[in-house]
């Protein structure tokens, strides 16, 4: 139901004054609902109008049908021009206005209603009621046809200007920004123009293009599509879009519902004008976009299969279904996947194995989240194995199979195994996160292939990939037919907390040269070992702790660490010794047990016997323990009284006698050690056993003055001593000879 009212100049209305007001209107209408429409009930002459016009001038006078929002009702306004109010003077109109609901209109453009049967030509009398109007009837004079003959018979410019017409109000409908004004002398041509422009549009967008057919002050006016006539002022900074229809059309960017639609008219093809008018598209474009695709074969930018996409996913007529499915080949990802997702069985299918097609070429673009039906299985079977063949890359390779797996195609595994393996190269980055990516039923042959393909590859590429997150995911696997791959994982594990023991025995129970297990023992023991480790170590691999240098050093390391003080140093010498473990661990061994057994020694003879085996040991035992334990031997000796060291010493090799001699010198003497020493050197030069070192030391010593003092007052009982203490206090005549000399 439509509520109506009149809008004059009366000499009295209902309120009893005089001037302009609403004369008359529908029972129900109220009062804040009237004064809403009051912007549409204005009309100002055409500036070149008499000031008191013939009556056929005024029949002549431009119609301002209008047509916009009125609160939560819609306005359809039809002003004429009267020519002299009640008091004589000219400027009088009258406003009709129909306040319409939704329903209203439904299936009716506003334009439609020029020269509708319904419009009074006269006020009705001040204070009467006005009937509200059920029935809506249209107008005759704008019907589709007799519009397309129009823009025929006005040649090829028209066409043109249509679409330019089309693109200015699409943007206006679209952003809810910007307004256009046409300018012409002919009123009944601009009302062609909104009627064609309505026509072309989809019921919804129709209900929301306000316009005026005519307008004295288009500036000012609200509404998007405004028509005046050219003796009308327009400031040229007006917020609008200005058209003057008698000139040449001024090309613009236009889109595709422009175009989509000139075309349609052009072939006077109403049915599909009605198709395209079907669609409630936010954007007129993208139902256009639609249309082309599917009556044409049009190729789409990705913008609008992206606004087609939209459009599916609210929902489409019928009639496109099937063609949106014989035109999958030329959907892109998101429009295919949009219509196998909503689309009947005609059109999901097919649209379904494109995006599955699709998928296959691209890895961005991830699997197909629709369920690819049996038919089409084979044939993106074939697919996935062409791709699979052409892979180079390994996230190209996991997309295969994740679109594989979304769409339940079975691939050969061993094609895939060897694939991964190919792959396997310097180019090869990001493999701990592809494999996170790859399906859990692909996990098995991707890391077969993987492992394969390092073993083969340089070791710098292999060293290169086996990152920590990569070993993670290796660990725990079998891994004996590949020991190269095996040797670094397992170093990774220790770095995780496993068994530097139960490493060591994995490791060596790969086929690997010896080079290549040596250097990660190194790096699995390059923490100080601990006695414990050892003794499983020594009961595990036995004889072999020989075969490698980072091995057979861990005893010494050890024992360097430890000291010879330490139990635990004592006890793993003892467990080699006794195990048989031969080569440089023996000699280490040997080492230590030699120089801690000398404070059990009870003769000079024995003593000379266990220095000189490890005097033998030079060369051979690890040189920073020789050290220690010749240090700690010599140590042990100094317990022995005078003439038991003289008489050790008299039983050694020059070499042997004179590290031990140096380790004595070197370590810091108490006065009974100085006094022991310069004894020992006395006695030996009596015996005839000169050493160059000792008996620089004693000289100097023994010029010194008051070297003991009364402490060493056994020089002077005993002869020997005191006549040798004299002669190493007598001045030096001459340099005493080295030990080389000597």
């Given at each position: ?27 129900g ?23 008191a ?41 009258l406003?009709?206005a ?52 129009w ?74 599509i ?51 008018a ?21 190729s ?131 493999v701990?996160?592809?494999l ?17 393909g ?16 990569l ?15 095996a ?11 496993l ?125 920073r ?32 006698r ?85």
């Amino acid at each position: 139901m439509a509520w109506q009212l009149h809008y004059t100049s009366a000499a009295e209305g209902p309120s009893g004054r005089a001037g302009f007001q609403i004369v008359a209107e529908s029972p129900g209408l109220t009062a804040d609902l009237s004064s809403q429409v009051t912007p549409y009930l204005t009309y100002r002459p055409p500036p070149d109008t008499p000031t008191a016009p013939s009556p056929e001038r005024i029949r002549a006078m431009p119609v301002a049908l209008s047509y916009g929002p009125v609160g939560d009702r819609f306005a359809l306004v039809r002003c004429v021009y009267l020519g002299q109010d009640y008091s004589g003077r000219y400027g009088n109109f009258l406003g009709h206005a129909l306040l319409m609901a939704d329903g209203d209109l439904v299936g009716l453009r506003p334009i439609e209603f020029w020269q509708a049967p319904l419009w009074a030509d006269a006020p009705a009398r001040p204070g009467s009621e006005l009937p509200e109007l059920a029935d809506l009837m249209p107008g005759a004079a704008l019907d589709p046809e007799s519009l397309g003959q129009w823009l025929r018979s006005s040649g090829p410019a028209a066409y043109q200007r249509l679409s330019i017409l089309l693109e200015l109000v699409r943007r206006g409908l679209v952003q809810e920004y910007g307004r256009l004004i046409l300018v012409s002398a002919d009123c009944e041509e601009i009302v062609r123009w909104i009627a064609v422009i309505s026509y072309s549009l989809p019921w919804e967008a129709v209900t929301r293009l306000s316009f005026v057919t005519y307008s004295g002050d288009p500036a000012a006016t609200a509404q998007l599509i405004v028509g005046t006539t050219p003796d009308v002022w327009i400031p040229s900074d007006v917020d609008a879009t200005v058209v003057v229809l008698a000139e040449e059309p001024q090309p613009i960017e236009t889109g595709r519902f422009s175009e989509t639609v000139r075309e349609l008219w052009r072939a006077m093809d109403f049915d599909g004008i009605d198709e395209l008018a079907a669609f409630e598209a936010a954007d007129p474009d993208a139902a256009a976009a639609l249309v082309a695709l599917c009556l044409t074969g049009a190729s789409l930018s990705a913008e609008e299969q992206e606004a087609v996409a939209e459009l599916v996913e609210g929902g489409v007529p019928d009639w496109v279904w099937p063609f949106l499915g014989n035109r999958a080949d030329l959907l892109g990802y998101r429009l295919a996947a949009a219509v196998a997702a909503n689309g009947p069985a005609e059109a999901a299918g097919p649209c379904a194995a494109r995006c599955v097609q699709l998928a296959l070429r691209d890895s961005g673009l991830g699997p197909p989240r629709v369920r690819l039906p049996e038919a089409y299985h084979q044939n993106a079977t074939a697919s996935a194995q062409a791709e699979l063949g052409a892979v180079d890359r390994l996230d190209r390779l996991i997309g295969v199979l994740r679109v594989a797996d979304a769409a339940e195609l079975e691939l050969p595994v061993a094609q895939v195994e060897h694939t991964m393996a190919t792959l396997v190269g310097p180019r090869l980055t990001g493999v701990p996160e592809q494999l996170e990516r790859a399906p859990v039923g692909w996990r098995e042959p991707l890391l077969a292939g993987l492992i394969a393909g390092l073993e083969q590859a340089p070791p710098g590429v292999r060293a290169r990939l086996l990152t920590a997150d990569l070993c993670r995911w290796l660990a725990g696997r079998e891994l004996r037919a590949a020991p190269a791959t095996a040797l670094a994982v397992i170093a990774w594990q220790v770095a995780g907390g496993l068994d530097r023991v139960e490493a060591t025995v994995r490791m060596l129970a790969l086929d690997l040269r010896l080079a290549e297990r040596d250097a990660a023992l190194k790096t699995v023991w390059e923490d100080e070992p601990k006695a414990a480790e050892l003794r499983r170590l020594i009961e595990a691999v036995g004889e072999r702790l020989q075969d490698y240098h980072t091995l057979n050093s861990l005893p010494a390391r050890l024992f360097v660490r430890a000291g010879m003080k330490s139990g635990e140093t004592v006890e793993i010498a003892e467990r080699i010794r006794a195990t048989g473990v031969p080569g440089f661990p023996a000699d280490d061994a040997e080492a230590v047990l030699l120089a801690t057994g000398l404070s059990r020694v009870r003769t000079p003879g024995h003593a000379a016997g266990e220095v000189e085996r490890l005097t033998a040991l030079t060369g051979h035992a690890d040189p920073r323990l020789l050290t220690l334990a010749r240090a700690w031997a010599a140590e042990k000796l100094t317990e022995q009284d005078p003439p038991f060291r003289m008489a050790l010493l008299r039983q050694l090799t020059r070499a042997a006698r004179e590290w031990l001699i140096d380790c004595w010198l070197v370590a810091r003497a108490s006065r009974d050690e100085q006094a022991a020493l310069l004894e020992i050197a006395i006695r030996l030069r009596g015996a005839g056993v000169v050493d160059a070192a000792l008996e620089e030391w004693a000289h100097s010593v023994a010029g010194s003055r008051s070297p003991f003092g009364p402490v060493d007052s056994r020089f002077k009982k005993d002869p020997e001593l005191s006549e040798g203490l004299r002669d190493l206090m007598k001045p030096r005549r001459r340099r005493l000879l080295r030990r080389e000399d000597t």
